[in-house]
C-alpha cells in the first residue's frame, strides 16, 4: 500500500491548544449555524461537532450580543474557538477580550489600514494568530480590474498583500485560506501561495453546495490538494448540518492515510445477486457508526458468494440475503445469523471491538 503523501513544510502555529502547521496532524474545523446569541443551542452544537471529531470550531461574530456571548460560550467549552469577523473591527477587538482562540477576519472588508493594525496588534499581544480569509467574491477592486476577475493570481496577490502588511504589524502568527466556489481556482490558488511561502494554509471549496455535490467538490479540491501535500486545517463545506461535514472530512483524510479516526464503511453498490435490503441496512449502519472515533473498517456485503473475499481487509463485516446471514472477520466466517439478527450482530462486535457506545437504534 502507498504511503500518506509528503507534506508541505509550513511554520507552526497554535490555535488555543492545538497546533497548525510543521509537523502537527491535518487538523479538522467546522463552523456552527446557530444564531451565536443563543448560548445553550450554540453550546450544545458545539459539544454536537466536537463529538464527531470537529478540533477547532468557527462561531460567527455579527454583531455587540454575539460578542458578548461568545465570552460565556468559551467557558462552556474546550475546543478553541475562532471568532469569523467581518466590516467592524471593533467587533474583532471584543472577540479577543472575550477569549477568542482566533479571530477569521479579510482584511479587504474591515476598513483602513489603521483598524487592521490594531486589531493584529492586539491579537500579537494577546498571543491569539489570524485566519486570512481570501474569498474569490472579497478580492479588492483594483486586483480584479488587474487580472481580469477573481483569478487564482488576483487571490494570490490579495493574500500576499494582506500578509505582508501583517509582518508590517509585527504579526507572525497567521494562516491563510484561499478559496473560491470553483474547484480547479481554489487548486491552483493554493498552490500558487504554497510554492512560494512556509504559511500555514487552512484549505476548503467555499459555497460548495447541498450534500452530496457539496461533498464531491469537497473531496475534489481538498484531496487534489492533500495529495500534494498542501494543507494544514481544512473544513468541508456543504449546505447542511454542520456535523455532516465531519464524516466527509475524515472520509478525505483516511483515505489519503493523514488520519485514521474513524469507521471506514466498505460496501458493495447491490446488483441482481442481492436478496436482502443492503441499502436500508448501509444506510444504519452508518449512522450508528458514526461517532466511533476508533479506526475499523467494516463491510456490509450483498450476498454471501462473494462477501467475504471482496471485502477480506474488513476488520468485521456482514452479507446476507435467502433468510439468514453470516459475520465475517478479516474475509473468514465467524458465524452464521438469521437475517433479522445480523445488523445487531453486527453492531455488537464493532461494540466489543472499539469498547465505545454506538448510537441508539
Known sequence: MQGAPRRRVSRQIRVGNVPVGGDAPVVVQSMTNTDTRHVAATVAQIQRLVQAGCEIVRVAVPNAEAVEALGRIKKAVTVPIIADIHFDHRLALGALRAGADGLRINPGNIGDSAKVRRVAQEARDRGVPLRIGVNSGSVERDLLAKHGGPTAEAMVESALRHMDFLAACGMADFKVSLKSSDVLTTVEAYRRLAACSDVPLHVGVTEAGPAVLGAVKSALGIGLLL??????????????????????????????????????????????????????????VERRLRHVATPLKVAVMGCAVNGPGEAREADVGIAGGRGHGILFKKGQLVEKVPEEKVLERLLEEVQAMTGETLQGP
Open 227 to 284: 495529495a500534494d501535500g498542501i494543507g494544514d486545517t481544512i473544513r468541508v463545506s456543504v449546505t447542511a448540518d454542520p456535523e455532516e461535514e465531519l464524516p466527509i472530512a475524515y472520509a478525505i483524510l483516511r483515505s489519503l492515510g493523514l488520519r485514521h479516526r474513524g469507521v471506514d464503511v466498505i460496501s458493495c453498490p447491490t446488483c441482481g445477486r442481492t436478496e436482502w435490503k443492503l441499502m436500508d441496512v448501509v444506510q444504519e
